[in-house]
């Protein structure tokens, strides 16, 4: 039974004490895993720093938070003031290490400001979290979607592939969210299709409120 439809709405809920608890020792382990990932950036941890993400306090899906802070990162990179650029990206890592637009800003800042070492550990966890969603699947259809933890890390994904967005819409298959996205190669004109499981995004709607 497949249902496209071109919105929706989401119930929340507040938190009991049980889930208080589960989100602070989820908080805990999010942080000891980026300090092994700071130590060896390797696709793997960062798989595995995506999928615990989801679990904390920290991750907020439907915020315009990190959307905001980049374009203010972005916006700093086209004035080519590297500092700015640099404080923007650390703030949106602070709260998603798993931002492809934070990695991205910060790799490309820190090498304009002549930060080399620190420009390649970015560009090392940015590669490791495209690696990271690809390892999740092909995009091709709903049975090997691609697994998005926002609507700005898709959007992000795709444009880091240098394609063009023409279209998006939601479809519910047997009780599960996916965003089917229509896309362009602007290089030769391809249009094509990638499915974005994005059943993380709704769980945390309908379990958590306030975050």
Known sequence: ????????????????????????????????????????????????????????????????????????????????????????????????????????????????????????YHQEVLDSLMAAIWQSGDGKSTASAFQATSTTELYTFIQMHGFDIQAQALLWQDDTPYDVMTIVNPRDGTEFVWYFDISAQMLRSKSTAGL
Request: hydrophobic fraction near 35%.
């Open 1 to 120: 039974m497949l249902q496209i439809v071109g919105c929706s709405q989401v119930s929340t809920y507040p938190l009991d004490p049980l889930q208080q608890q589960r989100l602070a020792q989820a908080n805990l382990q999010y942080k000891s895993l980026i300090a092994d990932i700071e130590q060896s950036p390797d696709p793997a941890r960062l798989a595995t720093l995506r999928k615990h993400y989801i679990s904390t306090s920290f991750y907020q899906p439907h915020t315009m938070t990190e959307r905001v802070l980049s374009t203010a990162m972005f916006d700093a990179i086209k004035q080519q003031q590297w500092q700015d650029c640099l404080l923007q990206s650390d703030k949106i890592l602070k709260t998603n290490y798993i931002s492809l637009n934070g990695h991205y800003g910060a790799m490309l800042c820190h090498l304009e400001s002549q930060q080399q070492t620190q420009g390649e």
